[in-house]
């Protein structure tokens, strides 16, 4: 158990409305990430973060933003829903010198 | 592009017989590879990882891996699976460096039969 949070954990909201998604660690990881997963394609990098305030884009980043104003929190916002961003999203952290990531336990999306 | 391949999108197997699932990656310049586990309905588990040293890496339940530099494979081994082990395996690898993305293969469902 790596102390990462995600909620919700199951949200359904309608196409055009903004959502928001939020991953705490209670660790102090330095780097957290943020992948949707979907059938067919495995897990992909949506943005990622190595800092407070610290972000970049992943290969999926497209109708998506974050923000870390603090250590432990990462947040992921859709700026206006689409069916398309019906997912499972997963957030997860890495120690300062390891490799490994250590995921959370998932939120479901459906957006109708 | 960097990618992961794991051709077997299912793979059915009675149980205490063995299974292999296959994972080749991209690139043969130095990399991190992990496999990890997903059960139903739950987030992913770190099965396995190889960073670097011996090529054959065990896992605490049975499941072996091996890295092979020249066939830029890492396949996962385990002689005999069991009912629990039935659960959807992602191989992943990253390249290391300061935001070390990982690379996720599609997965393969392990499905053990009775």
């Known amino acids: 158990d790596a102390g990462i949070t995600q909620s919700p954990r199951h949200k359904v909201t309608e196409t055009g409305t903004p959502v928001t998604l939020r991953c705490h660690q209670t660790e102090n990881h330095r780097y957290m990430y943020w992948y949707r997963q979907d059938p067919g394609h495995g897990l992909r990098l949506i943005h990622y973060s190595y800092g407070v305030k610290d972000t970049d884009k992943g290969e999926v980043s497209d109708g998506y933003s974050v923000s870390r104003s603090k250590t432990e929190d990462f947040l992921l916002t859709l700026e206006s829903a689409t069916s398309s961003q019906t997912s499972v999203y997963f957030c997860a952290i890495r120690n300062v010198g390891g490799n490994e990531q250590y995921f959370g336990p998932g939120t479901r999306l459906t957006v109708t | ?114």
């Open chain 2, 1 to 114: 592009a960097q990618s992961v391949t794991q051709l077997d999108s299912q793979v059915p197997v009675f149980e205490e017989a063995p299974v292999e699932l296959r994972c080749n990656y991209s690139s043969s310049v130095s990399v991190y590879l992990f496999w990890y586990v997903q059960y139903p309905n739950q987030g992913l588990q770190l099965l396995l990882k190889y960073l670097s040293g011996s090529t054959l890496v065990e896992s605490i339940n049975g499941f072996e891996a091996e890295f092979n530099k020249s066939q830029t494979s890492f396949h996962l081994r385990k002689p005999s699976v069991h009912i629990s082990d039935t659960a959807e395996y992602f191989c992943a690898v990253t390249y290391g460096g300061a935001t070390n993305k990982l690379i996720f293969g599609t997965g393969t469902l392990l499905a053990v039969q009775p």
